[in-house]
C-alpha cells in the first residue's frame, strides 16, 4: 500500500510538473528553422505568423534559415534539438513526405522524430499552359496526350518535387506519358512555359498565381480536392475525370519528438489564434493558398498518408533516385 502511494504521488508530481512547464514555457527567444533559403513559400509562411506567435507566447520567434540538401539539412537540425520546445521546424511536404521516398540517406523519420504541433496552410497545385495554347480543357491535354505519347511536354520545378510526384500520379490515372522536363524550380519552368518551349506545367498555384490574375497563363485543373477559393471556376482533377485524385504541398509547425504535450498544446494554441487572424488568413489567401490549423494529431495524420501516398506513386512509376 506504502508502495502505491508513492508510485501515485510521483505520477501526480510528473503531471503537475508538466503543467507547470506548459503555463511557463517559453521563458526565452524560440527558433524557427526554415530549412530553405529566404524568399520561398516556406520562409515566407513562417515570416507571416512569427509575429503574432511572438505576440501570443510573449517571446520572440526568430525565423533562423537553415538551407541545404533538399531541406534536409534543417529538418534533421530539428530532429535532434533539445525536445524542449525552443526550436521549431517549419515543415512541409517536401522534407517530410517526399524526402524519405526520394533519398537514401535521410537521417531523421518523419514519423518518429517530430512532435507535430498545427498545420498552416495547403497549397493545391495546378495544370498551367500558355495563353496561346489551343487547349482549354484537362481532356483537351489528356486527349492530346494520348495521341502522342512521350512528345507532349511537361515541365515541373524539378525531379523528386512535389510538383513531379503530382505529374507521375496523373500519368498513371490517366493512362498518359507526357516528356517530363525537370527545372530548378518554378521561376525557370514559368519562363520556359511563357516564352513556348514547353507546352504545360504542373506548378504551386502560389508561384504560377502573378501570371494567371494577369491572363498569361490559362488554368487547366488544380489538383486538390476541393476548388479554390482564389480560383473558384477552375475545376478540380476530380471533377475533371480523375476520381479520388488530390495533391497537393503542406505547411505547418513542429518540435522535436519528446516535446512534453503541455508545450505542443501551447503552440497549437498559439496557431490556432494566429490563423484566427483575419490579416494572416487574407495575406495567405492572397498567395493562392488554404490556410487553416489542425489538432497535432490530425497533422501527424496527414505526413503519415501523404508518405505513403508518394511511396506508392514512386513504386508504380517505377521511380528512380540517386
Not at 20 to 41: D, H
Not at 82 to 87: E, F, H, K
Not at 246 to 261: F, R
Amino acid at each position: 500500500m506504502i508502495r502505491n502511494t508513492v508510485v501515485a504521488a510521483s505520477l501526480l508530481a510528473l503531471a503537475a510538473g508538466a503543467q507547470a512547464q506548459g503555463q511557463t514555457y517559453p521563458t526565452r527567444p524560440v527558433r524557427l528553422i526554415v530549412p530553405y533559403a529566404p524568399g520561398g513559400n516556406v520562409d515566407i509562411t513562417a515570416r507571416t505568423i512569427s509575429p503574432g506567435l511572438t505576440s501570443f507566447l510573449g517571446q520572440s520567434i526568430v525565423v533562423d534559415n537553415r538551407p541545404g540538401a533538399g531541406g534536409n539539412l534543417g529538418v534533421n537540425l530539428v530532429a535532434r534539438a533539445a525536445p524542449d520546445g525552443y526550436t521549431l521546424l517549419m515543415g512541409s511536404s517536401g522534407p517530410l513526405s517526399i524526402n524519405p521516398v526520394i533519398f537514401k540517406d535521410v537521417q531523421y523519420d518523419s514519423l518518429k522524430d517530430f512532435a507535430p504541433v498545427s498545420t498552416v496552410h495547403v497549397v493545391p497545385l495546378v495544370i498551367v499552359v500558355n495563353q496561346k495554347s489551343p487547349m482549354a480543357s484537362i481532356q483537351d491535354l489528356i486527349t492530346r496526350l494520348k495521341a502522342n505519347p512521350g512528345k507532349i511536354t511537361m515541365a515541373t520545378a524539378g525531379a523528386g518535387t512535389t510538383n513531379h510526384f503530382a505529374m507521375e500520379l496523373f500519368s498513371t490515372m490517366t493512362g498518359t506519358r507526357p516528356l517530363h522536363v525537370p527545372y530548378k524550380g518554378s521561376g525557370p519552368a514559368l519562363t520556359e512555359l511563357l516564352g513556348g518551349q514547353v507546352e504545360t506545367l504542373v506548378d504551386q498555384l502560389t508561384a504560377s498565381m502573378g501570371y494567371i490574375r494577369d491572363g498569361r497563363l490559362k488554368v487547366l485543373a488544380i489538383t486538390s480536392r476541393q476548388r479554390s477559393p482564389a480560383l473558384p471556376n477552375v475545376p478540380t482533377l476530380d471533377e475533371s475525370g480523375l476520381k479520388g485524385y488530390e495533391a497537393s504541398t503542406y505547411i505547418g509547425v513542429l518540435s522535436t519528438a519528446g516535446t512534453p504535450k503541455s508545450i505542443v498544446m501551447r503552440l497549437n494554441e498559439a496557431v490556432r489564434k494566429v490563423m484566427s487572424s483575419p490579416d494572416v488568413v487574407e495575406k495567405l489567401r492572397a498567395l493562392g493558398t488554404e490556410p487553416g490549423a489542425s489538432s497535432p494529431e490530425d497533422f501527424h495524420k496527414m505526413i503519415r498518408e501523404e508518405l505513403v501516398k508518394w511511396r506508392e506513386v514512386a513504386r508504380k512509376s517505377n521511380l528512380k533516385f540517386d
